[in-house]
């Protein structure tokens, strides 16, 4: 077996500089994995590449950058026939795919931001200011104090 045909030779190297990292097996690998759900970060590292190097070779090579959205693509729509096919024995899936897809209309998560009873939230700020040199901290008149409260 001639070194041009074992996958695991070294990659060709350019007439100058280091080999090439992003070979066509890396380049598979990455699609690969980020379509099945793999953080980028993630999928790099199971690569032997930067995320930096990744970033950067997506966007100089767009027709990469199209090869992993297409992926990503065809994964989520395998992924929801699943769940849509398994909604029609499970209600419960239905729920898990509004709830996912719609958070904004069908998300359980609710943040509340007003005060008790429904009052609005109280919020106070104190501004400390650094003393020149030499200058005696004052103390607040009482009557300062007592309009505060």
Request: aromatic fraction near 6%; include cysteine.
């Amino acid at each position: 077996m001639t070194a041009a045909q074992n996958n695991s030779a070294p990659a060709r190297r350019n007439k100058l500089g280091r080999p090439e990292k992003f070979t066509a097996a890396t380049r598979r690998r990455l699609v690969t994995l980020i379509a099945a759900g793999v953080p980028v970060c993630h999928a790099c590292a199971a690569a032997r590449v930067s995320k930096s190097g990744f970033h950067e070779y997506k966007k100089s090579h767009p027709e990469f950058f199209v090869r992993i959205e297409q992926a990503v693509g065809k994964a989520i729509e395998k992924h929801l026939r699943n769940i849509i096919a398994a909604s029609k024995t499970d209600p419960a899936n239905s729920r898990w795919l509004l709830e996912r897809c719609h958070p904004q209309h069908f998300g359980r998560t609710r943040i509340k931001l007003t005060g008790e009873n429904g009052s609005p939230l109280a919020v106070g700020v104190a501004i400390y200011l650094p003393r020149k040199d030499g200058e005696e901290i004052k103390p607040l008149p009482a009557a300062a104090i007592e309009n505060e409260n």
